[in-house]
């Protein structure tokens, strides 16, 4: 059968509104594992999605006080 990619559609749609300067921002944190983000990013690359970041975010600690 045929496998679906919501993703690349969603990309291919954004895309075609946004025009070439789309971006994509992607947003993990270090408990994702590579083969997960390697998906996303091969999907980007199928879309045509030439510009995407990555976010990061840093671990908040409470000091008690």
Do not use: S, W
Not at 15 to 28: L, T, Y
Not at 43 to 62: D, P, R, S
Request: charged share 25%; with cysteine.
């Amino acid at each position: 059968g045929k496998i679906t990619h919501p993703l690349k559609e969603v990309l291919l749609d954004m895309k075609k509104d946004r025009g070439d300067k789309f971006k994509v921002i992607i947003n993990a944190d270090k408990g994702m594992k590579y083969a997960q983000l390697q998906l996303v990013l091969q999907t980007c690359a199928e879309a045509g999605v030439m510009n995407v970041n990555f976010a990061t975010k840093k671990q908040t600690v409470l000091v008690p006080g």
